[in-house]
């Protein structure tokens, strides 16, 4: 080895060692950066625009507009109010249509007869759009919460069944062996086996369904009635109240990616045994 060569990788180590803990600090807090970095750079491009453009603020208003409408909205309640009727419907449409597609999905995995005398109805039902049925619900339940709750949970129906009816039968069948050769009764193998097994494949399912229930939720309101976030979205289109419709369209996204986070934070503490292998 030369001299230069000598000379040059202590330069070069030199250099790595100086580099080193901004790498670290990068790899450690990066990834929580992203999301604020990203957001402050779209509401760069977005001021920009309108600034280089000079849109109206019904067409496309300044984000500074957004957030005196948002600051207008909380200090008179009106924000909440809403919010909190739509996030009612959302609660319990999810409580009802994961419920109702996790026992529905149980059965017809661990029955094949049922399978095929349910499995063709309820394809059938998922290939009718929910705002062309959405309308039957309002007729039939009427415009208060019930048709909103009933629309939430059948969207939120058939992505669940589906996880189920995969993690269910995607459980191990040596395991299931195993547990016949001790004798374990149905609900040992259920509570001991088929959940924890299947739990990944369910916690799967349950990300997307939060997020479709914001949606189910959004629906209803939108094709009938008197309060929620839904229905101040058609209040914004009739008045072309533009910055209502983004405060709206915001706090339908936070209320979603809370949901998910919490989902998130369930598969953690559900699935820890799996990141202590």
Not at 192 to 221: C, D, N, Y
Request: proline share 5%.
């Amino acid at each position: 080895m030369t001299l230069n060569d000598i000379v040059f990788r202590a330069a070069e180590s030199y250099r790595n060692r100086k580099r080193k803990p901004l790498v670290r600090w990068l790899e450690r807090y990066g990834e929580y950066l992203s999301f604020p970095v990203g957001l402050l750079l779209l509401l760069l491009l977005w001021q920009g625009m309108v600034s280089f453009y000079h849109y109206p603020p019904f067409v496309l208003p300044a984000p500074a507009d957004v957030a005196r409408k948002f600051l207008l909205m909380l200090q008179d309640g009106s924000l909440l109010y809403h919010t909190v009727f739509t996030l009612k419907e959302i609660v319990l449409g999810l409580a009802l249509g994961l419920d109702t597609a996790t026992a529905t999905g149980y059965l017809l995995a661990k029955s094949r007869l049922l399978e095929h005398l349910l499995a063709p109805y309820i394809v059938a039902s998922q290939s009718i759009p929910v705002i062309a049925i959405a309308p039957l619900f309002i007729i039939w339940f009427g415009f208060g919460s019930t048709s909103k709750v009933i629309i939430c949970a059948l969207t939120v129906f058939f992505p669940t069944l589906v996880n189920t009816l995969v993690g269910i039968r995607s459980v191990d069948r040596d395991l299931r062996d195993l547990m016949r050769s001790l004798n374990a009764s149905r609900w040992q193998t259920l509570t001991m086996l088929e959940i924890p097994a299947s739990m990944p494949v369910l916690l799967g399912g349950f990300k997307v369904s939060v997020t479709l229930a914001v949606i189910g939720a959004v629906v209803g309101e939108f094709i009938g009635a008197d309060r929620g976030l839904g229905f101040l979205i058609n209040v914004a289109k009739g008045t072309l109240d533009t910055p209502l419709l983004f405060v709206v369209i915001f706090t339908l996204v936070v209320i979603a990616l809370l949901m998910y986070l919490s989902v998130v934070l369930l598969e953690r503490v559900l699935l820890r045994w799996q990141r202590a292998k």
